[in-house]
């Protein structure tokens, strides 16, 4: 039983560029959220998708875009590129209802030069 | 504005003792709260849970542990093996449970 998968695990970018992350869900799971991770802190919500709509956001700003597809796996993209979007960006899925713990993938390494 | 707490960065314990994790949050809403375990390199691992109707729940040898009156949680590992090393997170939620808010995270060191 395949867990959450991301999508590449290591990414390099200059300031201004644009980058896409990719996610699968873990099987049976149809919510996907996604953090941002910097260096010592804990993950920071970006946003939550559920039945392809964005269901609710944290404080990021519209650069930071998503989508979630049919089969529940999800995109994150992000535009204009600044140094400090530098951190692991981190994937996790769960089941809809109350008291679901989310499960996560490995991340997204995105270094910004 | 951080809601959820992790005041120790650190902490070392010898093997075979208790090691006990702590954590504080703002939020009275909160309904349901996590602890996380994650290595390097990997993606934070769901080690265990408790709703806010409970004040303990235990899975072999982890305990989780709510006092809603303080807004605290603690976990305790007993006893400590050396593959416990790794950070910790814990994190809470309102009931919608859309958004985790996650602490800074403690770095447990589980000496042989």
């Known amino acids: 039983d395949a867990g959450v998968t991301q999508s590449p695990t290591h990414l390099i970018k200059t300031r201004g560029q644009q980058v896409t992350l990719r996610c699968s869900p873990k099987?049976?799971?149809?919510?996907v959220s996604w953090y941002q991770q910097a260096l010592g802190q804990g993950p920071q919500f970006i946003f939550q998708?559920?039945?392809?709509?964005?269901?609710q956001r944290g404080n990021f700003p519209d650069r930071f875009s998503g989508h979630q597809f049919p089969n529940y796996s999800s995109e994150l993209n992000v535009n204009a590129l600044l140094l400090g979007d530098s951190a692991l960006y981190l994937c996790?899925?769960?089941?809809?209802?109350?008291?679901?713990?989310?499960?996560f993938g490995d991340g997204t390494r995105l270094s910004i030069l | 504005d951080q809601q959820v707490k992790q005041n120790s960065p650190s902490l070392s314990v010898q093997e075979g003792r208790i090691s006990i994790l702590n954590c504080d949050y703002t939020n009275s809403m909160f309904d349901y709260f996590l602890w996380y375990k994650k290595y390097p390199a990997e993606g934070p691992t769901f080690l265990i849970s408790?709703?806010?109707?409970?004040d303990k729940n235990e899975d072999g040898r982890f305990t989780v542990f709510l006092n809603k009156s303080a807004k605290h949680l603690s976990l305790h590992i007993v006893p400590s093996q050396p593959g416990d090393s790794a950070v910790y997170f814990c994190?809470?939620?309102?009931?919608?449970?859309?958004?985790?808010?996650f602490g800074t995270g403690t770095s447990l060191t589980v000496i042989p």
């Open positions: 408790i709703s806010s109707i409970k």
């Open positions: 099987s049976g799971h149809d919510t």
């Open positions: 998708y559920y039945e392809e709509e964005e269901r």
């Open positions: 996790a899925s769960s089941s809809t209802g109350a008291d679901q713990p989310q499960h």
């Open positions: 994190a809470s939620t309102l009931q919608t449970g859309n958004q985790f808010y």
